[in-house]
């Protein structure tokens, strides 16, 4: 959304390497991302995008495993949730009220996954990032999914590899369903997809 309709790619990017490096914070950056859409004067109606595969999730519900999308863009599967944290003026204007504030994340992804840690019968923990959003969360998963870009632009699998998070890159849903289902079932454990790396 910033690199078409706010600051652009370029802007994004020295952004993007600047939270790596730990410069600045998310909560920041994003902020200033969101701004930069707003000022141009998109609407948020404008910005959404679409974020679904119905055969994962059809085969998370099967096999009930609970799917909890946690994100700090404005895809429209989330929309419930962003419409408590977006303020809306009278003009085009929008801009982000954070969930976690006084985090560095703003939205701190870690905070939504760490309770599943604690429960009594605690379940595998997947989680599927694709930049720097996710960093908090990384380290928790017990599986976690780095999606690859095409360009090369891959924040998040340069962080785990720097941090040493074991991670399983991914191109898309449908061949991370393939993992998802070979270790729900028992024929490959996590610990062999991270050696393989790759859905």
């Known amino acids: 959304m910033t690199d078409f309709l706010g600051y652009g790619k370029e802007k994004r990017r020295e952004g993007n390497l600047e939270i790596l490096a730990g410069r600045v914070t998310f909560r920041d950056a994003f902020r200033e991302m969101l701004e930069s859409v707003s000022k141009n004067g998109h609407s ?3 910005c959404k ?3 679904k595969d119905s055969a ?3 085969y998370c519900k099967s096999q009930d495993i609970p799917v909890i999308i946690v994100s700090s863009g404005m895809e429209p599967l989330i929309r419930a949730i962003l419409s408590n944290l977006l303020k809306f003026t ?3 204007r929008w801009n ?3 969930r976690h504030p006084s985090s560095g994340y703003g939205h701190d992804k870690s905070q939504a996954i760490l309770p599943y840690r604690n429960l009594t019968n605690r379940p595998l923990l997947f989680f599927f990032g694709d930049g720097v959003s ?3 969360a990384a380290k928790h998963a017990d599986v976690l999914f780095v999606k690859e870009k095409l360009d090369g632009e891959n924040d998040l699998a340069t962080y785990c590899t720097r ?3 074991p991670h399983v890159l991914f191109p898309d849903f449908s ?3 393939l993992v998802v289902r070979s270790i729900v079932e028992g024929t490959k454990t996590p610990e062999e997809w991270f050696g393989i790396g790759r859905a």
């Open 44 to 46: 948020f109606e404008e």
């Open 49 to 51: 995008q679409v974020l």
């Open 56 to 58: 994962f999730f059809q």
């Open 90 to 92: 009278r003009t085009a």
């Open 96 to 98: 982000i009220k954070y």
């Open 134 to 136: 996710d960093l908090s």
């Open 163 to 165: 941090e040493n998070i």
């Open 175 to 177: 061949r991370a369903l």
